[in-house]
């Protein structure tokens, strides 16, 4: 399985989304493993989405990884208790990104059911609702703001 190039995440947002899903992203976490099908995304442009945090060029000391070049991972917190994943697209200076909503296990099952509950079993109910959510994603894949910025094209975290 080769890993996307930056060229892939250089090219429009809307397209990137749709292109990523099916894709498999994965984290290496202490030597191991922690992998997963993208199952939903969501784009955000920043010249033209009231919802992106970047909207109409807006540059803040949060927003500043969505001006890094494309490739690399943006995640922020949100309501002060989730994080959220996004790939940054479109040219360097050019603040546009992929939400990465949901993913389908499929590599270290283990570890990231421990990251998400802790010793509980993994229900019926809880493997449904497993990674259907930004914030379960990144959970489960221990990814906070420390990294915030990380090249997707690199060994920690990639599709």
Avoid: W
């Amino acid at each position: 399985m080769a890993r996307l190039s930056r060229e892939f995440y250089n090219q429009d947002t809307v397209e990137a989304a749709r292109q990523l899903l099916g894709k498999v992203l994965v984290r290496r976490l202490d030597g191991e493993f922690l992998a997963g099908r993208i199952t939903e995304t969501e784009a955000y442009i920043g010249r033209c989405d009231k919802a992106c945090h970047a909207y109409n060029y807006r540059k803040t000391a949060r927003t500043a990884t969505l001006y890094k070049p494309p490739g690399h991972a943006y995640i922020y917190l949100i309501y002060g208790m989730y994080h959220c994943l996004n790939f940054v697209t479109e040219p360097e200076n050019e603040p546009a990104a992929v939400l990465i909503r949901g993913l389908s296990p499929l590599a270290g099952l283990e570890t990231m059911r421990r990251l998400r509950y802790g010793d509980k079993p993994l229900t019926p109910y809880r493997e449904k609702n497993f990674l259907n959510g930004p914030g379960k994603v990144c959970r489960a894949l221990s990814l906070t703001k420390a990294e915030n910025g990380l090249d997707l094209t690199g060994e920690t975290l990639f599709v």
